[in-house]
């Protein structure tokens, strides 16, 4: 089983840019999908980007096509959101997942939405 961890949230301004990681421990952490998440105050958790092993199947939400760039290091076990053109409308808690990978990552994502094993996640805070 993965364990999860995510970091590097903050305050930005509009516009500006952060970059989130999610480190994992264990050994299977090659072989998941993972995904990002987020959950405004208020507002159910939501689906922004995921990738498979390979990264050759990447999937984003439409608020995050062309801001928000997944990566992953599977050497380093850590997967990364690159998050570009923030807004305030971005401002969240952010989380990550993962699962096995047996389906296209658009069929691991509500799998991974309602499975309901979360870190703590780290807060995003984007002012105008």
């Known amino acids: 089983q993965v364990q999860l961890a995510e970091s590097g949230g903050g305050l930005v301004q509009a516009g500006g840019s952060l970059k989130l990681s999610c480190i994992a421990s264990g050994r299977t952490f090659s072989s998941c999908v993972i995904g990002w998440f987020r959950q405004a105050a208020g507002k159910e958790r939501e689906f922004v980007a995921g990738?498979?092993?390979?990264?050759?199947?990447?999937q984003y939400s439409d608020s995050a096509q062309g801001r928000f760039f997944i990566s992953r290091d599977n050497a380093k076990n850590t997967a990364y959101l690159l998050m570009k053109n923030l807004e305030p409308e971005d401002t969240a808690v952010y989380y990550c997942?993962?699962?096995?990978?047996?389906?296209?990552?658009?069929?691991?994502?509500?799998?991974?939405?309602?499975?309901?094993?979360w870190g703590q996640g780290t807060q995003v805070t984007v002012s105008s």
């Open positions: 997942a993962a699962e096995l990978e047996r389906w296209p990552v658009s069929t691991h994502i509500p799998r991974m939405l309602a499975g309901g094993s």
């Open positions: 990738i498979n092993p390979s990264s050759l199947d990447i």
